[in-house]
């Protein structure tokens, strides 16, 4: 998991971006809340959510928005992205 969003992050640097905000408003939903269950085993995000990170990108023909929501924390007084982890049960 860590190696495909490290290797996602990468291919994203090479798109212009328009903007880049912080916000508190989730319009995909509780992040700290979501959890899913694959294989058997539940994940859920390794850190608390409290906001989101909204990178913008040039809107490809036809689209309204282009871009990526990053689930936010705060780890050790610095911002971290928050990624989705197993959980022990």
Wanted: charged residues 25%.
């Amino acid at each position: 998991m860590k190696k495909l969003s490290e290797d996602s992050f990468k291919g994203l640097m090479d798109i212009p971006m328009v903007s880049i905000k912080i916000t508190t408003e989730h319009p995909k939903g509780r992040p700290e809340t979501l959890t899913y269950v694959r294989n058997g085993i539940t994940y859920k995000f390794n850190l608390p959510v409290i906001a989101e990170l909204v990178v913008e990108n040039s809107p490809l023909p036809k689209e309204k928005f282009s871009g990526d929501y990053y689930p936010l924390a705060v780890k050790d007084g610095r911002y971290c992205i928050a990624q989705m982890a197993p959980i022990a049960h």
